[in-house]
């Protein structure tokens, strides 16, 4: 039991780590074969989940979809990597003190989220083996905000990201409705009034 656990610890940290070392624009090229996983016998499996974002339909009971809870961690992971690395962007980018002060509780919300996702998939009984690649429209999102010009990026930033983390919220309360797996629908109650309040910023900011 205690090397099983070791090596969940371990697997998990190492790929949010190599997550934490990717620049923004490093995000947009996430390599597929980066994954997380859970046991040696989950990181033996090949299990690559659709490339969906927090705007998928709210996950079902454990007895409707097995995967549930993986499929819950795997876009909050997506949803918040984005929120970190527009984030990112935004700090260099924004013209007004209300929406680059937005941008840095985004990003030190999101870097805290992260940790809070390793403490969850640690707890977890359920698989979390899944593909980090970044989703088509995710990488649009953050290709767009890169490329607009300063002048307009505060909206631009207000929208993509407010619509992000709304989309993230409903996930987030749906899975702390309805989700089975104890330790990831603690991580998604605990998380959800900050993604909330991180919403609320950006409506003000915008």
């Known amino acids: 039991m205690k090397l099983k656990a070791a090596y969940k610890i371990t697997a998990v940290l190492a790929a949010l780590a190599t997550c934490g070392a990717m620049s923004a624009q490093a995000q947009t090229a996430a390599?597929?074969?980066?994954?997380?996983?859970?046991?040696?016998?989950?990181?033996?499996?090949?299990?690559?989940?659709?490339?969906?974002?927090a705007a998928a339909a709210p996950a079902a009971s454990a007895a409707e979809a097995p995967n549930a809870a993986k499929d819950f961690i795997r876009q909050a992971f997506l949803a918040n990597e984005f929120g970190i690395a527009a984030s990112q962007v935004a700090i260099a980018k924004a013209q007004s003190p209300a929406t680059k002060a937005a941008a840095q509780a985004?990003?030190?919300?999101?870097m805290k989220v992260r940790q809070d996702m390793i403490t969850a998939i640690q707890g977890s009984t359920s698989d979390m083996h899944f593909?980090?690649?970044?989703?088509?429209?995710?990488?649009?999102?953050?290709?767009?905000?890169?490329t607009t010009p300063d002048a307009d990026f505060d909206q631009k930033y207000a929208t993509v990201q407010g619509q992000v983390l709304t989309n993230a919220a409903s996930l987030f309360s749906a899975y702390a409705a309805t989700g089975q797996d104890v330790a990831v629908k603690t991580f998604a109650s605990k998380t959800l009034p900050t993604?909330?309040?991180?919403?609320?910023?950006?409506?003000?900011a915008g």
């Open 131 to 146: 593909d980090q690649t970044w989703s088509a429209d995710y990488k649009a999102r953050l290709a767009e905000l890169q």
């Open 106 to 110: 985004v990003l030190n919300d999101g």
């Open 195 to 204: 993604i909330q309040a991180d919403a609320s910023k950006l409506t003000v």
């Open 31 to 53: 390599a597929p074969e980066s994954q997380m996983a859970t046991s040696p016998a989950s990181a033996a499996a090949s299990s690559a989940s659709a490339g969906t974002d």
